[in-house]
């Protein structure tokens, strides 16, 4: 087993390694390059082109990664509450006043717009806001003489080293959903982000080596399936926090639980917005636009079905249809309405989605194929798409697509939106529009969804309520951040404490305290 980053390559961000600067890992409070020569591209999604490289970690630098932060953990973990506090704030306030270049660094690999980056960078912003306060929320509990003379007390205590597995499509956000608070509660972290746009998390380790926080405690291994894998087997990780699609969220929890680990793995999502006839059509045409092409749909919490009760969906799709033509499709660095999406491959799978509705019976009533940009020919374009009489059965419905792609789905009333809605495989988010207070009272008893939105299209709760869906949204039973995040992260030790004095030692008895 090795213990040593001496034999890593120490790579500067952006140093070439052959024609383009290669992305490496963060191991010890140091950039790598990579030891294996196995890389990945990365993209830069408006222009087209492969920009950099992403190393891709093997077995030794695996072991490298995870023996450093087994190293950094017992230190960290023995710091005192004010100091871990005091980093945490530093790296609170130097994200604060750097996001602008995160955001930047995000549009150049991810492709969404920029004020939609910071946006991302300010959510997760208020988690580390939250994990400021750990002290506050890690207090154990005391209960004074239980039985005569007798105290019981709990105390929390991290884990270790804990894995934090992302996606691509918030590179920065979904890693501040874990991160600030395992590292606040004095657990060592490895997070493995997405090949797709892994920069992020090096501008994030660099952060947190500014902010003061010790080597070895924060650490990216770059990586593919192998680095995962790494990650599921290896005994001193204790936990995995995975946020993906379904079928590797179900793999990641059973791996990992397979091999002794706490796990939460977030998994895809089918998000549905039901509109009673009642609703103000204006106001849900601006949120199906907004939820459904935000961040070019690439979003776990975008509305994807829009469940029109009859007779509204004529009218409603009159004003999407009208709202889309007004939308700009560019380069996110000038602004636009919406972004490329990541990958070359990507964009072909989401389109492939119009013609596999079309083929089923839908109507195709805005196609995004072949639009017009404000950005390279090359890129990874595809404007937003609305889909009319989606056949329940088609795969455009059932499976997640995950880009710009809006279905509406006509209901004759609340009942069979909420029976569409519950039998669906994800229960990630959804929401109801309406002015009736009673039947969106019902909606959010009877729904079996874990985010609810009244009039309100992407719920996602704030930082100190935790994030997650329902079934197939979500495998495990423990959230994202807010209370769950804490309690995710730490251990509870219950302690029933005596000192003896000859008044109420009591003798020799084999039963039960009685008194
Ligand atoms: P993905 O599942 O392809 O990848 C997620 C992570 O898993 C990446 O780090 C990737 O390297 C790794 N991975 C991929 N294949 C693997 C394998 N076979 N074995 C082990 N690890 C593997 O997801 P993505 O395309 O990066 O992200 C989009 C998906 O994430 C969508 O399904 C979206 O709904 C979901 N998502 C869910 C939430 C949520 O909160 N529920 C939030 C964001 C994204």
């Not at 005391?142 to 005569?148: L, Q």
């Not at 894998?229 to 793999?251: C, N, R, W």
């Not at 490329?340 to 989605?353: E, G, N």
Request: charged share 20%.
């Amino acid at each position: 087993m090795s213990h040593a980053t001496e034999n890593l390559p120490v790579a500067d961000p952006f140093v070439e390694q052959g024609d383009l600067p290669v992305v490496g890992h963060w191991i010890d409070g140091t950039l790598h390059a990579s030891r294996s020569g196995r890389t990945a591209p990365v993209f830069d999604p408006a222009i087209g082109r492969q920009t950099k490289v992403v190393a891709l970690a093997d077995e030794s630098e695996i072991e490298t990664a995870i023996s450093s932060a087994a190293r950094a953990f017992p230190a960290w973990a023995k710091t005192s509450m004010t100091k871990r506090q005091s980093v945490v704030f530093r790296f609170r306030e130097l994200l604060n006043e750097r996001k602008h270049e995160l955001a930047e660094l995000i549009t150049s690999e991810h492709g969404k717009v920029v004020s939609d980056a910071l946006g991302e960078v300010q959510r997760g912003l208020e988690v580390v806001e939250l994990a400021t306060g750990f002290p506050h929320i890690l207090k154990g509990d005391y209960s004074e003489n239980v039985s005569t003379g007798i105290d019981v007390y709990s105390t929390k205590q991290p884990l270790g080293v804990v894995g934090i597995v992302s996606p691509f499509n918030f590179p920065a956000m979904v890693p501040m959903w874990f991160f600030p608070i395992a590292i606040a509660a004095g657990n060592s972290v490895v997070l493995k982000p997405s090949e797709k746009d892994p920069s992020a998390s090096i501008w994030m380790a660099e952060l947190w080596k500014e902010a003061g926080l010790p080597d070895g405690v924060f650490t990216v291994l770059q990586g593919d399936k192998l680095a995962v894998d790494g990650l599921l087997t290896h005994p001193e990780v204790q936990s995995i926090s995975f946020v993906g699609s379904t079928p590797i969220a179900k793999y990641i929890y059973e791996t990992a639980a397979k091999h002794g680990k706490r796990v939460q793995a977030l998994g895809g999502a089918k998000n549905h917005m039901l509109v009673l006839p009642d609703a103000d059509l204006d106001l849900v045409a601006d949120q199906a636009i907004n939820s459904g092409f935000g961040s070019a749909g690439e979003r776990c919490m975008a509305i994807s079905v829009v469940l029109a009760v009859e007779p509204v969906a004529d009218e409603l799709i009159e004003k999407i249809t009208e709202r889309i033509g007004r939308l700009r499709v560019g380069d996110g660095r000038r602004e636009p309405d919406m972004g490329p999406l990541v990958t070359a491959q990507h964009r072909d799978k989401v389109a492939s989605y119009i013609d596999v509705a079309a083929e089923d019976g839908a109507t195709v009533v805005v196609d995004g194929r072949g639009i017009d940009v404000d950005g390279a020919a090359d890129g990874f374009w595809l404007g937003p798409t609305l889909l009319d009489r989606v056949p329940t059965t088609s795969r455009a419905y059932t499976e997640e697509i995950f880009g710009p792609v809006l279905s509406i789905v006509r209901v004759d009333g609340f009942e069979e939106g909420v029976e569409l809605i519950n039998s669906g495989a994800f229960g990630n988010g959804t929401a109801i529009f309406t002015n009736d207070g009673g039947a969106a009272r019902r909606f959010q008893n009877e729904i079996q969804v874990g985010m609810i939105g009244v009039n309100v299209p992407i719920p996602v709760p704030v930082a100190y309520f935790s994030f997650g869906g329902w079934k197939d949204s979500l495998f495990g039973d423990s959230k994202a951040y807010g209370i769950q995040g804490f309690d995710f992260f730490t251990r509870q030790k219950a302690i029933t404490s005596r000192w003896l004095d000859p008044a109420t030692h009591g003798g020799i008895n084999l039963g039960f305290p009685k008194n």
